[in-house]
């Protein structure tokens, strides 16, 4: 399928170039001006991956997509999360409605490697990244555990002019993470108009409710200066697309479908209710002597609550149903709370508590009572936890820079930044505290900060082709872990028999908490030239030192020559690195998750030199390595018409994996010989840690056609952008990760993906229609699997057509309505059958989702 689009579109632009050039002389005079702004678009200036100025994308030694601020906003995404994804076929994102953080602060992967591989830029200048630390476990997102990434959804599309894609390697220029390729988002810096916009729709199956208002103005600043401001209020609300979990119906029958979560399904899979606001303001004053004062801002407050694993109740013992181990302990299987020992009894009663808070009294037990949580009364049909997360997030850019006009132009500037996630959990339980337990909780916080100097020298020299780059950073990352309320942590007489913390996500306890630093330094030196008319060519180099990791040099080379003024070739061979962050090296989580019969069990991740961690095997973590070679072709065929052709490889040694393990007596043994605290209660939990656990050889194919014409009196824009990406998992180290694993690093990206654009203006009227093409997929089990891929299953590709109408009653007032997936197409029925006991209806791991078609209509007003 992919094939045959590829040369579908290409004998489709190939027709519709002819028939522009082909049209009337009227024609063509009508349109001049419309024909003029369409090859200014195609030939835009990029500003990423060089330190040339002036260069077009076809005149760029590596591959740069650029991607104007209308075509982000004439969507009907919810953030520029998806709105990304839906237009370059090499970033994926995916949806996990039960996945810890993940829920709900999505990751973007580039060409199927971590999401923290791709360096996200805003004006040029690194993003702080998101404070959560990826720990879901396969198949939920097999490609982004373990990474911390930047949050795109923080960014409102109203204040972005262009997004520029470098799709290559460029951690010589930029530092750490840029192995995949490099994201900058350039912000609008008009000091003049501005526009208002209200944007609002549902799903097909009609919840899902969104509502996007957005609006930006610019203000001059001085005389020559300016200030622009964007603003953004989202909201999502919940959508469901699953069926009533088989336990869940079961109980439904029994105590009515109204006393089960959700109506009887028992648990929801679906999107997160969202509600978000959104600010960036741009700045620049242009100072005495050539000199300019810059900055720019962004501060971001989301609140959003997504949900769990269905708990069973406590039912009678003729219905024969297993109620949750937090509510009874069943040690024979009978259906019956077991005895309760005397000892605990006593414990209780010595602590000065009343073991009827903690246990359920019985005439029968030697003790006079059993070991049913009294609380278990409050959930007559079990309970399903919500789990969500207070998230604020601010950054702070300021420079000054001078010599725009002159042949030495230089960059000082100072960032800050800061992302906090602040968890909350409603509708569970603290076990331990019996019936005393809240049932609301605030299990801690996560904080990233950041900070940067930074200095940049460009030297030209008069009449010389040369241009030489080079300047200095110093970067400090701080992972703060706040400790969790008081009863999210709470261990309560009854820890042992019902569990401790509170029951879902638990409480951070205070020696998981505390503040971890990690500081870098770097220079580099970027030399580019034309060595004649015809051929240019660049080398750079990167030293940069990491606390704790050592020091890394990387280096790149790269050419292009120009055969004709429409043809030339272009290639790049760059050495790369990706340092482990502080919360990489110092997360400790404990949650709960399904094993391969779907019954929770406790999940913990802990850092390497954890007790835990270190008598599961684990070692120190070492810097990520990557070598990228990409070689390529820039064709013209006419003036309305460009052609490229990438192919690249990239090998990434020492990949950091979240390595999982089950607690075993020998580690049970390891710990109580060290004397640590209730390790016997770990026997039989998940345990993960972090390690340098296999390399990556990814090898693919970009190819772009992109064209502009004159037809029927308007400006037709067709674009055409296909991937082929193909990653293996090789040198896998011993005792790390498993062979689903392995085969979903490899599978569960679709490798073929295509994205075909019509968009078409005239007069008042504009229109878009978007084909998205994603091949097919297959994935395993995971934690639902049996750990060696023989359970593995595939799902056929799907294509997904967007429109969009836009019609416009002034300069000043436009109404569009539209529809994503407009022919509610699904991906197929979920094949797992742990995942299809759990209520899935659709394939988890689809690469677009599974809410169907999304319909909506949005006003705009220009000022």
Known sequence: MPVRCTVLAAALLCA??????????????????????????????????????????????????????????????????????????????????????????????????????????????????????????????????????????????????????????????????????????????????????????????????RLRIDADAGFPLGASGFVHVSAERDTSDLTSRGVPRADAAAIAAIVGA???????????????????????????????????????????????????????????????????????????????????????????????????????????????????????????????????????????????????????????????????IDYRLENSINPSLGRLSPTSFRPGTLIQEETEFGADFVQHFGDSPMTLAYGAQWRDETYKIGTGDAASIAVGPTAAVFGVGSDGFQGFFPDSAGTFKQGSYSAYIDAETSLTEKWSAALAGRYEHAERFGSSFVYKLSSRYAFTDRFSVRGTYNTGFRTPTPGQAFTLNVTTTADASGNLIPSGTYPVSHPVAQALGAQPLQTEKSRNLSVGAVWLPRENVTVTLDAYMIRVRDRIGLITKTVDQNAVNALNAQNYPNANLLLGSAASYFGNAFDSHVRGVDFVIDTRHDVWGGVLNVDFRYNYNRQDVVRVKPGTINGDRIYDLEHQVPSNRAVLSFDYGRDRWHGVLRVNNYGGWSTTGGLFGNGDASDAVGYSGKTLVDLEARYKFNDAIELAVGGDNVFDVYPGKEQNPVLQFLGVKYALTSPFGFNGAFWYARVSVKF
């Open 16 to 209: 519709l170039s002819a028939q522009a050039q082909d049209s009337g002389a009227a024609n063509k005079a009508s349109n001049k001006d419309q024909k003029k702004e369409g090859v200014t678009q195609l030939e835009s200036v990029v500003v990423t991956g060089t330190h040339q100025a002036g260069l077009s994308p076809v005149e760029s030694i590596s591959p740069i997509d650029s991607f104007s601020a209308a075509t982000l906003q004439n969507q009907g995404s919810a953030d520029i999360t998806e709105t990304l994804t839906r237009i370059v076929p090499s970033l994926n994102t995916q949806r996990f409605p039960i996945a810890d953080g993940t829920a709900f602060v999505r990751p973007v992967t580039l060409r199927n490697l971590s999401p923290d591989q791709t360096l996200v830029l805003v004006n040029g200048v690194r993003r702080h990244r998101s404070a959560l630390v990826n720990l879901q476990l396969a198949p939920l997102g097999t490609v982004n555990q373990g990474a911390q990434a930047v949050d795109f959804s923080a960014i409102p599309a109203s204040a972005v002019q262009r997004v520029e894609v470098l799709r290559d390697g460029a951690a010589v220029l930029y530092g750490s993470d840029a192995i995949a390729g490099v994201v900058n988002v350039i912000l609008k810096d008009s000091p003049e108009g501005g526009g208002v916009s209200l944007q609002y729709g549902k799903y097909g199956k009609g919840d899902g409710a």
């Open 258 to 420: 109204d006393k089960v979560p959700y109506n009887g399904y028992g648990q929801r899979w679906g999107d997160p209710d969202i509600r978000a606001n959104k600010l960036f303001v741009n700045a620049g004053l242009p100072l005495e002597g050539d000199k300019e004062l810059y900055g720019f801002g962004s501060y971001m407050d989301n609140k959003t609550l997504s949900g769990f694993f269905y708990r069973a109740p406590v039912l009678p013992p003729q219905f024969q149903i297993n109620g949750r181990s937090t509510l009874i302990h069943d040690g024979n299987g009978d259906f019956l709370p077991d005895n309760a020992p005397q000892s605990l009894v006593d414990a209780i009663v010595n602590a000065g508590l009343n073991p009827a808070d903690y246990l359920t009294a019985d005439a029968n037990s030697p003790s006079g009572w059993v070991e049913l949580n009294p609380i278990y009364q409050k959930f007559p049909g079990g309970y399903s936890p919500l789990f969500g997360a207070n998230i604020s997030d601010y950054e702070m850019v300021a420079g000054v820079r001078g010599g725009m006009s002159g042949d030495f132009q230089w960059d000082v500037h100072a960032r800050r930044g800061r992302n906090k």
